[in-house]
């Protein structure tokens, strides 16, 4: 019995956390708005030098 509802929780878990990957059209355009949104950012407050352009790069890469 205890291994059953271990297996079916594990189940459940890896079924949510798949679905997790899916975006939908809401998310893709609030993702459109906020790239042209930092585009917007850098003309106004270009980056000071390279390292910061590195680092705004990597940023936007990983999501931060």
Request: hydrophobic content about 40%.
């Amino acid at each position: 019995m205890q291994r059953s509802l271990t297996l079916a929780a594990a189940v459940l878990l890896a079924l949510g956390l798949a679905a997790c990957n899916q975006q939908g059209p809401a998310e893709q355009a609030g993702q459109k708005i906020d790239t042209l949104g930092q585009k917007a950012s850098d003309a106004l407050n270009p980056p000071q030098g390279p390292a910061q352009s590195v680092g705004r790069k990597i940023d936007r890469t990983l999501g931060n």
